[in-house]
């Protein structure tokens, strides 16, 4: 089940970002996390959805948070898929459910024609969730890795809204 992330969501969030599995994969990701900066970034989700500039969804089984996926640098018609979820989660198929509604919230209802997405090139698992969801590649790019402290390549894939889809 997907809901709109909100403060609530901090602490869970730090605990799953606490493990180096997880914050690892994610680019902008600090490691170990920062609580602080993780409380004030989800301080901010209600008001990104409000102004419209991002879509944050606490992605819950059983009632638990076990990941985050979001449409994020929404401008444009278009913005960013992102998503992480807890390693327990991981090989289960949630990460493919949770994205395939995100990106059916941003084409359908928020009106979004393309979506970026990027993973780490060594993050084969993210690799085949874009690829099911139809993403396209556009090229490997470096890009620094705030988590790993180091420049990464990054692989770069856009989806284009297919109407009637």
């Not at 898929?81 to 991981?90: D, K, M, V």
């Not at 790993?148 to 889809?165: H, K, S």
């Given at each position: ?73 929404v ?17 289960h ?5 949770a ?48 988590s ?18």
């Open positions: 089940m997907l809901r709109p992330s909100d403060r609530e969501d901090a602490a869970r969030a730090f605990e799953i970002r606490a493990d180096w599995a997880v914050s690892r994969m994610l680019r902008m990701a600090t490691f170990p996390p920062d609580a602080a900066a993780i409380a004030c970034w989800f301080e901010g989700h209600p008001r990104e959805w409000t102004d419209g500039t991002a879509y944050r969804f606490a992605i819950l089984r059983d009632g638990r948070m076990i990941g985050l996926v979001d449409i994020d640098g401008g444009e018609r278009e913005g960013v898929l992102g998503y992480w979820l807890e390693r327990a989660a991981w090989g198929g949630f990460a493919f459910e994205t395939t509604a995100a990106l059916g919230f941003a084409f359908r209802s928020v009106g979004l024609a393309e979506i970026t997405a990027a993973h780490a090139i060594d993050n084969q698992a993210s690799a085949a969730v874009l690829r099911k969801l139809g993403f396209e590649p556009l090229g490997i790019v470096q890009r620094f890795s705030h790993r402290r180091a420049d990464i390549a990054q692989c770069r894939y856009i989806l284009r809204f297919a109407e009637g889809a």
